[in-house]
C-alpha cells in the first residue's frame, strides 16, 4: 500500500510537455511539417487554436488549410474580407487551382498541370494519424485533462484517380457545368488582375497571360487601354516561356480596340524578343504586315522590312507574307524587283510549281494576279513570254489569265497587247482543235467575238466586219456539232449587247460607226434564220440594230441609202464614259486568317509559404511526388 | 474596384447566353464557393502520449501475494513475474511464480494439537507458472488530493504451470485480472487478483483444488 501511495505520488505526467504528444505551435515548424505532407498537424493546431479563441479563417492556418483541401480535392469556401496581403493574394490563387482541379477532374481540361499530381491511388499527403500504439485516443468529455489535445479527423480525400473521371451525366448537364466552370475559372483569373504587382513575377506573368487568352478567345471582348497597359507591364517582367507568348495576345486584344500605333508596337515587340518562337514570329509578321498594308497610306517599306526579315514562317503564313511583299512592291512600283520575286516563287515547289489555281489559295492568286497585271506594262512579245513564266498549273487556269489581262489591256486600250494575247489564246485553242473538237471551237467562237470587240475600240470597220463573218461562217461549219452549234450565235448576241450601248452613243457623233451597226445586223439576220436558242435574242437586237445602222441598214450588198454619204465625219468629242479609261489599281487587301500560336500551359498558378518565412512560387507538393510519376 | 470592373465585364462578355442574373454557381460544379464551405468532420476524440509504454519492453515485477484455497493453510508468498511485451496490448508471461510460505491455519493448528489429525490437502511450496497476458484497457485516475494522474492499464492474465508442495509436483494455473499502474518512467506497481487452481491428490482421490490469490508489488520495465 505504501508503495501504491508513493507510485501515485510520484506518478503525474503534467501537460503536453510530459510524455503527451507533441503538436507544434509556431509557424515555421507547422510549414515544415505541412511541406512534408503531414496535414494531420495542421489540422490539430487549427483546431487546438481555435478552441483557444485565436482565429483561424485567416492567416498562415487558414492558407495551409486551403490548401490541406485543395489536395485532398475538397471544396474550399471564400476568403474573408479581412484577410491580409500576401495570404489574401496566395489564397485567391489557390481557388483558381481548385477550379482548374474541378476541371481537370471533370472537363479533362489542364491536364499536363501539377494538379495531375494528386490524382490517382498515390497519396501524397497524410490525412490521418499514423497507427500509433504509443497514443491514446480518450473520447471527448467534459472533463479536461492535462496531456490530451483534441485529435481531430480529416474528411476523406476526393481525389479520382484519372482526369475526366468526375464528368457528369447526362452530357447536356456536363457541357452546361463546363461553361460555369470555364467562366468561374476566367472570373477567378480576372479577379487576380489587381493583386498582379504583388505576385511573384512568374506567377503574375502566368495570370496574365491566362487573362489574355481568355480575353482573346472571347469574340468582341475589349480590354480597356489602362487595363493593357497594366498587362504590359506585368508581361514585360515576364519569364522567356511565357513573355512572347503573352506580348503576342496582348497585340491580339489590342486589334481590337483598333489603336494602330499600339497594334504595330505591341508586335513589333514580339518580333524584338529573342525568346519567341519562329511559330510566334511568323504570326506577328502576318498580323503586322497587315496592319501596316492597311495605314492611310499604306507603309510599303516598313512591311518589305517585316516580311523580308522573316526567317521561317509557317506554312499557312507564308503566302500571306509573300502576297504582302508583293503588294508593297507593286505599290511602290518596284516592278523589276516583283517580277523577281514572281521568278523566285514559280520556282517554288512546295508552293507554285505544279500547284493549280485551287491549291494556290486566295493570297497566293491575288499575287499571281499582281504579277500578271505587269504584263500591261511590257511589249506584247515580253507580257507573253512574261506570262509564260509566272503561269500555274494547269491549260484553264493560264487561258484565264490570258483573257483576264486582255480584257485588261482593251479597258486600258493597248490594243496592241490585248490582239497580241487574244490572238495567242486563238492559236491555243485552235492547236486543241482535234483534241477538244467542238469545245475548242465554241472557245474560238468566244475569242472571236472578243476580237471584234477590240476592232471596234480601234474603229477598223473591216477588221471588225471580218470577225463577225467569221462568227457566221462558223454557224454554218459547226451547225452539225451539238456543242459549238451555237457558240456563234452565243459570240453575236454578246458583242451585240456589249456594243449596243455604245453604238447609240458613238453613231451621234461618228457616223462611221453606222457600218458597225450594219454588220451587226447583217449577222444577226443571217443567224436568225434557222431556228436557234439565240434566235430570240439576236431578233430583240435587230430593230436597234436597224435603227443605229440608220443608211447601212440595207446590207453590204446594196448600195448605201444617199443621206449616208452626205454625213460625214463629226469631229469626236471626248470621251466622256467614266470607267472606260482603266488604271491598274491593287486588288484590295485580303483579311488573312489568324493562326493560333500555341499559348504555354500554366503548370500552376501556385505559391507557397517556406517555414523560414519567404514564398516560393509552384506547388508545395513537388517535393512529395515520386520521380517515377513525375 | 479596378478588379471588380474588370471581372464584370468578363463575366458580361463570358456569359453572354446566360440569363440576366445567373444564379450563384453551386460549389458541386467548381469546387469552389464564396460561403464557408464545412468538410472536416467533427472532432471526436483527444489524443494523448501513452505514458505507461510497454511495447517493446521487459517487465520484471515482485510482490507479496496471498492464496486462499480452504486447505487450512494459510498461504502468504513472495511473487516474482518476468513478461515481455511483443505488442503493446500483449504479454508473454515468461515466469510466473510464487514462493509460499505455508502454516496451518489457527482452525488445523488446533485440531492438530488436539486430535493430532492433519489435513488431506497438500501445503504448497510454490507456484512456477508461464503465460500470457492481454491488455484489454488503458486508463488514468486522477487523484484529486494530490492533483496527480495516474496512468495504469488493465489485463487479463493465464497461466499454466505447476504447484510445488509438500508431498510433489501438481499441475496447476491462474487467471485473473491485472492492474498496472506507470510510475516515472520505469516503474509500475502492481495488483493481480486471480484465481488459481492445481489437480492434487487428497484421501486417494484427484481433486482440483482452487482459490483466489492476490498479488501487490512493484515492477521495473527493462
Known sequence: ?630 | MRTALAGFALAVAFASSAEAAPPPVAWEVTGTSSAAVRVEPETEYRVERRFFEKQDHFVVKTGFSYLSRGDFYDNPGLSIDLSWYPLEFFAIDFVSSTIFFSQLNATATELRETFGLLPDSQKPYARITGGGRFAFAYGKVLIEELGAIVHLDASLGLHVGALVTDRTVNLGGDTGLAFQAAVFDRFVVWFDFSWFFSFEERSGQGTLASGPMGTVGVGLKL
Open chain 1, 1 to 630: 500500500m505504501i508503495a501504491l501511495l508513493f507510485a501515485l505520488a510520484a506518478a503525474s505526467p503534467s501537460g503536453a510537455s510530459v510524455g503527451g504528444v507533441s503538436t507544434p505551435t509556431d509557424d515555421a515548424t507547422l510549414v515544415a511539417r505541412f511541406l512534408e505532407g503531414d496535414l494531420v498537424t495542421l489540422r490539430r493546431v487549427q483546431v487546438l487554436r481555435a478552441a483557444a479563441g485565436e482565429r483561424v479563417d485567416v492567416g498562415l492556418v487558414a492558407l495551409l488549410d486551403d490548401y490541406s483541401r485543395l489536395v485532398r480535392c475538397l471544396p474550399i469556401g471564400g476568403v474573408p474580407d479581412d484577410e491580409q496581403e500576401p495570404f489574401r493574394t496566395a489564397r485567391k490563387l489557390i481557388r483558381l487551382e481548385r477550379v482548374r482541379l474541378e476541371r481537370l477532374v471533370r472537363d479533362r481540361a489542364h491536364r499536363g498541370t501539377v494538379l495531375a499530381d494528386l490524382l490517382g491511388a498515390q497519396r501524397l499527403y497524410q490525412t490521418a494519424a499514423p497507427d500509433d500504439r504509443r497514443v491514446v485516443y480518450w473520447p471527448i468529455e467534459e472533463e479536461r485533462w492535462p496531456g490530451e489535445i483534441l485529435a481531430p479527423t480529416l474528411a476523406n480525400r476526393d481525389c479520382p484517380s484519372r482526369p475526366g473521371a468526375k464528368k457528369e451525366r447526362p452530357e447536356a448537364t456536363h457541357r452546361e457545368r463546363r461553361r460555369l466552370r470555364i467562366n468561374a475559372e476566367r472570373a477567378r483569373v480576372a479577379d487576380l488582375l489587381d493583386h498582379l504587382g504583388q505576385l511573384p513575377d512568374r506567377t503574375a506573368s502566368r495570370v496574365a497571360l491566362t487573362y489574355l487568352a481568355d480575353a482573346e478567345s472571347v469574340a468582341g471582348f475589349v480590354v480597356t487601354a489602362s487595363w493593357r497597359r497594366v498587362l504590359e507591364a506585368t508581361v514585360e517582367r515576364s519569364p522567356d516561356d511565357v513573355r512572347p507568348a503573352a506580348r503576342l495576345l496582348l497585340a491580339r486584344v489590342a486589334e481590337r480596340a483598333n489603336d494602330d500605333d499600339e497594334i504595330v508596337r505591341l508586335y513589333r515587340a514580339v518580333l524584338a524578343d529573342a525568346a519567341r518562337s519562329s511559330a510566334q514570329d511568323s504570326r506577328a509578321r502576318v498580323r503586322l504586315v497587315k496592319r501596316l498594308e492597311r495605314a492611310e497610306p499604306p507603309r510599303w517599306p516598313e512591311v518589305l522590312e517585316v516580311v523580308r526579315a522573316a526567317k521561317a514562317p509557317r506554312a499557312a503564313d507564308e503566302p500571306v507574307l509573300i502576297n504582302a511583299e508583293a503588294r508593297a512592291l507593286y505599290g511602290l512600283g518596284e516592278t523589276e524587283q516583283l517580277m523577281t520575286l514572281g521568278r523566285r516563287l514559280v520556282q517554288r515547289s512546295d508552293l507554285w510549281r505544279g500547284a493549280s489555281e485551287g491549291q494556290l489559295g486566295p493570297f497566293l492568286m491575288q499575287t499571281n494576279e499582281l504579277l500578271t497585271l505587269l504584263a500591261l506594262d511590257l511589249d506584247p512579245a515580253r507580257a507573253i513570254a512574261w506570262l509564260d513564266e509566272i503561269a500555274i498549273a494547269g491549260d484553264e487556269a493560264r487561258a484565264t489569265r490570258l483573257e483576264e489581262l486582255a480584257e485588261l489591256a482593251r479597258e486600258r486600250q493597248d490594243f496592241d497587247l490585248a490582239v497580241a494575247l487574244y490572238d495567242r489564246r486563238r492559236a491555243e485553242v485552235l492547236e486543241g482543235l482535234e483534241r477538244r473538237g467542238p469545245r475548242a471551237a465554241a472557245k474560238d467562237a468566244e475569242l472571236i467575238g472578243r476580237r471584234a470587240f477590240i476592232e471596234y475600240d480601234r474603229e477598223d470597220i473591216e477588221a471588225f466586219a471580218g470577225f463577225v463573218d467569221t462568227l457566221v461562217a462558223l454557224a454554218t461549219t459547226e451547225q452539225g456539232r451539238p456543242i459549238a452549234r451555237y457558240a456563234p450565235h452565243k459570240a453575236i448576241a454578246r458583242l451585240t449587247q456589249d456594243l449596243l450601248g455604245r453604238l447609240t452613243d458613238d453613231v451621234k457623233d461618228d457616223p462611221e460607226r453606222e457600218k458597225f451597226a450594219a454588220v451587226l445586223l447583217e449577222a444577226n439576220a443571217l443567224l436568225t434564220v434557222q431556228p436557234s436558242r439565240y434566235r430570240r435574242v439576236l431578233e430583240r437586237f435587230q430593230l436597234d440594230l436597224e435603227r443605229l445602222a440608220g443608211a447601212y441598214a440595207v446590207g453590204r450588198t446594196k448600195t448605201a441609202k444617199p443621206s449616208a454619204k452626205k454625213r460625214g465625219r463629226a469631229a469626236k468629242k471626248p470621251v466622256k464614259q467614266l470607267g472606260q479609261v482603266v488604271v491598274s489599281r491593287l486588288p484590295p487587301s485580303l483579311e488573312a486568317p489568324d493562326h493560333a500560336t500555341p499559348v504555354p500551359a500554366v503548370a500552376t498558378f501556385l505559391m507557397y509559404p517556406t517555414p523560414e518565412g519567404a514564398w516560393r512560387e509552384g506547388a508545395p507538393w513537388a517535393s512529395l511526388v515520386p520521380k517515377k510519376k513525375r
